[in-house]
């Protein structure tokens, strides 16, 4: 590895999670409307606390073992593919060769975090002739991403835009996020019983399911019998596409972000805050936060979720180690 990108991976290993955090909060503003909730829901799917703690383990496999972790939780084989729910991920190959570039160019000193991300954005928006702020989100992704698998593992993926990317401008793909199934010309007369679409993958046509008013997003989701089985083994056949062992909040196996229409769910509620708390999967009083239990989040409209590829138990683990780091500081 060159003495640069030594440099510059040294830089990124400086800051701790809270650290990333608020330079991601710092950077939401600046970022297109079609990624600010992408972004932070990527973050939460990937945290660096875990990867640190499996990083740090005498016996990883046994942790992730402990932590009852199923599913690709590690980024090192995803590293062109995590992201691909973004709108930047079609800029992908450019932001990638960016970030390696600037990583040779050893620039550290006069920079904190969030201004980095914003550098290597701008060169990219600049190249592209494009706004900046379609390309932040995964340019803060892409450098969350080094940090956790490193220079070397970082360039041999080749930088490919993994998903089929659509012509839709950012606008139009708000506007289908946010514009509910229409109910026909008497859909009046279905009262309650309103049908509407959730869209697990934006960039695949079929990739949804029908949901009946108020219905819980697995009791939907079940009635799609397609053999999602054989695309992620933690799909029950029969359930539909979002993983799911117990519809009770207790096995955190149904774990979705958010991307549109995180208004039309109902509230948390006590047993789902604290549970997914309790997995590690996010940390907040939102009444309707963006990282979501499928199993008792009831939807009035139409929404678009991203189903992680991974879930696990880890909450405690966090909790642990930031009262350890607390008691250092002491």
């Known amino acids: 590895m060159q003495t640069n990108e030594m440099l510059f991976l040294a830089f ?3 800051y701790e999670p809270a650290a990333w955090q608020r330079a991601l909060d710092e950077l939401l503003p600046s970022i297109h409307e079609v990624d600010r909730n992408a972004t932070r829901v990527w973050f939460a799917f990937y945290p660096l606390a875990l990867a640190n703690a499996i990083a740090e383990a005498d016996n ?3 942790l992730a073992d402990d932590l009852l972790l199923m599913g690709q939780y590690s980024l090192l084989n995803q590293i062109d593919s995590s992201h691909s729910f973004l709108y930047g991920h079609r800029y992908w190959p450019q932001v990638k060769d960016a970030i390696v570039n600037h990583a040779a160019g050893g620039q550290t000193a006069a920079l904190d ?9 701008d060169k990219v928006a600049h190249a592209l002739s494009i706004d900046s702020s379609l390309v932040i989100g995964i340019t803060a992704a892409g450098l969350m991403t080094l940090r956790q698998v490193g220079a070397e593992a970082f360039k ?26 229409s109910q026909g010309l008497f859909g009046f007369l279905r009262g309650p019983a309103k049908v509407f679409s959730v869209t697990f993958d934006e960039h695949d046509a079929d990739a949804s399911f029908k949901l009946i008013n108020t219905q819980h997003i697995t009791t939907a989701a079940a009635a799609d019998k397609r053999n999602y089985h054989l695309r992620d083994s933690r799909c029950t056949r029969g359930e539909g596409p979002i993983p799911v062992q117990c519809r009770a909040a207790s096995c955190g ?23 997914i708390k309790e997995f590690g999967y996010i940390d907040t009083d939102e009444p309707q936060p963006l990282i979501r239990l499928a199993c008792q989040a009831q939807a009035f409209g139409a929404v678009s979720i991203v189903i992680p590829p991974w879930n696990g138990v880890f909450g405690r ?13 002491i």
Request: glycine fraction near 6%; hydrophobic fraction near 30%; aromatic fraction near 2%.
């Open 12 to 14: 990124l290993n400086q």
């Open 60 to 62: 990883p496999d046994k």
């Open 113 to 121: 975090l969030a201004s980095h991300i914003r550098e290597i954005a």
């Open 156 to 181: 041999q993926f080749p930088g490919r835009v993994e998903s089929k990317t659509t012509a839709s401008t950012p606008e139009k793909v708000l506007k289908r996020r946010a514009k509910d199934d």
């Open 253 to 275: 196996t149904c774990w979705i972000g958010i991307l549109g229409g995180a208004e039309k769910l109902s509230n948390v509620g006590a047993l789902e805050s604290r549970r």
């Open 317 to 329: 683990l966090l909790k642990s180690k930031s009262s350890k780091t607390e008691a250092q500081r």
